[in-house]
């Protein structure tokens, strides 16, 4: 029997929540991986995984920081990906959103699992260093998930004209970030939006130049030769494509301390080119969470894949086990996909 193509999305911040407290116990205990981070969670002096998994409540002050939260949800995707069922599926493309192009690269099979966890576990400290900041959503996308373009026209230069920069796109949302002062000002002068604004407690102004202080610290402790050759193509922020036997593994560092971190992080884009690109049977979606799943759909909706022109078209192609988009976070998905 052929197997079914997949292409797999490592998720970023804002995915291990409360719903979530225990993922990796109950998915992952035991794992020789999860006791290996542990290991250089421990040996550093940190608190390990199992422990804050394992904590009797969760609790947001903790589990959301970004020393914790990276790597917990790093750990959750990466374990998740080693149990993909390989008899069944052929994995085509590995991508990922903002943290999760960290899960991509050891996914793809351009580093270690080890090195992978190490840079998360430090990019979850340095992405506390930066200048003052922090980010909005703000919905774009209708009931049905369609983006009127002047709508979005209209947003983007409410932000321009408040020194306000795009920093995630995501399907029908765009993440925004700035300066405490400009994130106000937009806040009363964007046109009206399906939703309230919504700012985004602890979070930095991520994918913008006032990460400059975070991007340093990576580049001063996270060395070059960590970077190999992708096993499979890898999808990346800006759309660009690094493929088996030719990336340039120099420039892949340099990209990911340097543009993923300062620049805008086009979640869309790389969404689109995986799948026209790749066309894959399925989308497998790694837990913890499964909160992306919207903006993957939106993103389906905006090029009206296999017929998929909006939610409600979305929500009947997902029934069943024939589900084009399988989140491992989604309790009777996980199934289809993992041994």
């Known amino acids: 029997m052929a197997k079914e193509?997949?292409?797999?999305?490592?998720?970023?911040?804002?995915?291990?929540?409360?719903?979530e407290l225990g993922y990796l116990a109950r998915h992952h205990s035991g794992r020789p991986e999860l006791a290996r981070f542990d290991a250089m969670r421990a040996g550093k002096g940190s608190e390990t995984l199992t422990a804050l998994d394992g904590a009797a409540k969760f609790s947001a002050a903790l589990h959301t920081r970004g020393d914790v939260a990276a790597p917990l949800i790093y750990t959750a995707s990466?374990?998740?990906?080693?149990?993909?069922?390989?008899?069944?599926?052929?994995?085509?493309?590995?991508?990922?959103?903002?943290?999760?192009?960290?899960?991509?690269?050891?996914?793809?099979?351009?580093?270690?699992?080890?090195?992978g966890f190490a840079i998360a576990d430090a990019m979850g400290v340095n992405s506390q260093s930066h200048e003052a900041g922090g980010q909005a959503v703000l919905v774009l996308a209708d009931e049905d998930w369609r983006v009127d373009p002047k709508l979005a026209l209209a947003v983007e230069a409410a932000c321009a004209r408040n020194g306000v920069l795009p920093s995630i796109r995501l399907g029908?949302?765009?993440?925004?970030?700035?300066?405490?002062?400009?994130?106000?000002?937009?806040?009363?002068?964007?046109?009206?939006?399906?939703?309230?604004?919504?700012?985004?407690?602890?979070?930095?102004?991520?994918?913008?130049?006032?990460?400059?202080?975070?991007?340093?610290?990576?580049?001063a402790t996270l060395p070059a030769d960590w970077f190999g050759q992708p096993q499979v193509p890898l999808i990346d922020g800006r759309g660009a494509i690094w493929r088996p036997f030719s990336a340039d593994t120099k420039a892949l560092w340099d990209y990911t301390f340097g543009a993923q971190i300062l620049d805008t992080y086009d979640f869309t884009l790389a969404m689109t080119v995986a799948i026209r690109e790749f066309a894959p049977d399925r989308i497998v979606l790694l837990g913890p969470?499964?909160?992306?799943?919207?903006?993957?759909?939106?993103?389906?909706?905006?090029?009206?894949?296999?017929?998929?022109?909006?939610?409600?078209?979305?929500?009947?192609?997902?029934?069943?086990?024939?589900?084009?988009?399988?989140?491992?976070?989604?309790p009777g998905q996980r199934e289809i996909v993992a041994t």
């Open 5 to 19: 193509s997949i292409l797999v999305v490592c998720p970023g911040r804002g995915t291990y929540n409360a719903p």
């Open 78 to 115: 990466y374990l998740d990906f080693l149990s993909l069922d390989r008899e069944r599926f052929d994995i085509v493309a590995v991508t990922g959103n903002s943290m999760g192009w960290y899960t991509a690269l050891a996914c793809a099979g351009a580093m270690s699992g080890e090195h």
């Open 172 to 219: 029908g949302m765009l993440v925004v970030a700035g300066a405490p002062r400009a994130l106000d000002a937009l806040g009363k002068d964007l046109p009206k939006l399906p939703r309230d604004p919504m700012r985004l407690p602890g979070n930095g102004p991520f994918h913008t130049p006032l990460m400059a202080g975070s991007a340093e610290a990576a580049r």
């Open 289 to 330: 969470g499964e909160t992306l799943g919207g903006a993957i759909g939106q993103v389906l909706v905006a090029l009206q894949w296999q017929g998929i022109d909006g939610k409600l078209a979305f929500s009947k192609r997902q029934s069943g086990a024939d589900a084009l988009l399988v989140a491992l976070g989604r």
